[in-house]
Structure formats: C-alpha cells, structure tokens
C-alpha cells in the first residue's frame, strides 16, 4: 500500500486527489508542522528537502506533488497520463508553469492572508500577488479557450495539477469572474468524485 505523508491541505492535495481518480488504497502518515516532525531525521531520510509531500510506494520513494501526481497515473496506465510525447509535453508545460508561475504568487497571498497576525501582514506581499496573478490567469484562460480540459480533450494529470493550484485562489475568495473558461474547467475538475472526496478531508482532518 501507498504511504503518503503530508496534509491534503497542503500540496500534498494533489496527491490525494490523483489517489483517489486511480481508486488506489493508501495510507496517510500525518506529520505534526508544529512539532517540526518533517524536519525530523526520520522524514529527511525519505524528502531531504523537509517538505510535504512524499510517498513511498514499495521500495519506491519520491517527492515534489506533480512528479507525484504524474508518476502515479503514468505506472497505472491511466488515461489521466500522456499518451505520446506531445501530449506529455504539453502537460508538463502546464504543470511546470502553474508550479512556477501560478502558484508562487497564489502562496504568498495565502500565507499572509491566513497564517501571518494581521497586525504583521505584508501588505505590499498581498497587493504584488494581486497585480501579478491576472497577467498569468490570462495565459490560462486563453489556454482553455474552446477546450473542456488542457491536454488531449479529457481529464489529465495536468487539469489536477493546474486547477489545485486555483483552488488556492478559491480559498483566497478571488474574483475569478473575467476568466469565464476558467471557471467553467475548475468547476468540471472540481465537482468530480475524487476531487469532492478530498475537499471533505480537508475540510474534516481528523
């Protein structure tokens, strides 16, 4: 059985979703943030990087979500992976780009927002991922134009990979109202089974 480690309300989600489309059993490993368990030499044995997630799947270990989410889908021959080079290509494009571009902003927003006092917050942090974010949503929505998903007119690993990263924006309550394809496609990805089963581990932890 799988063991993951890490929240699935950190990037750790991605992970849980994929879990969950694949139909895999899993074991979660939580990991106490605040004991610092995943500085602990234990965890840095398995992700040197000290960070969530990772899983361990037989003797196989790896980290960083999206190679993850990848990995996964890829050695279960699902349709959620790339079948050919080009539609590989493309969905690392989007993957590697939301990881890169999409997400930094959308963390530093939320790490101000939700887990800095108000009286220490950055605003400056906050209003610089407000002005960034529509030049990169914009990239997305053309992206989807006449599209229902990224990659290949189905479901992949590149629509989990990108849509949990606007989740983040979602639980920013930002106003995605000028982006209507993205709306459209975070809605289709996100009322999924899969997607629903994480968002009640997210919103039940214990």
Request: net charge neutral; aromatic share 10%; glycine share 4%.
């Amino acid at each position: 059985m799988i063991k993951i480690y890490g929240s699935p309300l950190s990037s750790a989600g991605r992970c849980y979703w994929m879990l969950e489309e694949l139909g895999l059993p899993y074991e979660q490993v939580p990991l106490n943030m605040r004991e610092k368990q995943h500085k602990s030499e234990e965890y840095l044995k398995i992700n040197p990087n000290g960070k969530v997630p990772a899983i361990i799947d037989g003797e196989y270990v790896l980290w960083e979500s999206m190679a993850i989410t990848n990995y996964l889908a890829k050695k279960h021959n699902s349709p959620m992976a790339a079948q050919n080079a080009e539609e590989e290509g493309q969905m690392l494009q989007w993957s590697f780009w939301a990881l890169v571009d999409l997400q930094k902003p959308a963390v530093d927003w939320l790490i101000q927002a939700m887990f800095v006092p108000a009286e220490h917050r950055n605003q400056n942090i906050i209003s610089d991922a407000q002005n960034i974010l529509p030049r990169y949503l914009q990239v997305l929505e053309k992206g989807l134009s006449g599209k229902t998903y990224l990659v290949g007119n189905r479901f992949t690993v590149a629509d989990i990979n990108v849509a949990s990263v606007i989740g983040i924006l979602h639980a920013l309550k930002f106003d995605l109202s000028s982006y209507p394809n993205i709306i459209k496609w975070s809605q289709t990805c996100h009322s999924r089974p899969a997607s629903q089963k994480v968002q009640a581990m997210r919103s039940n932890p214990h």
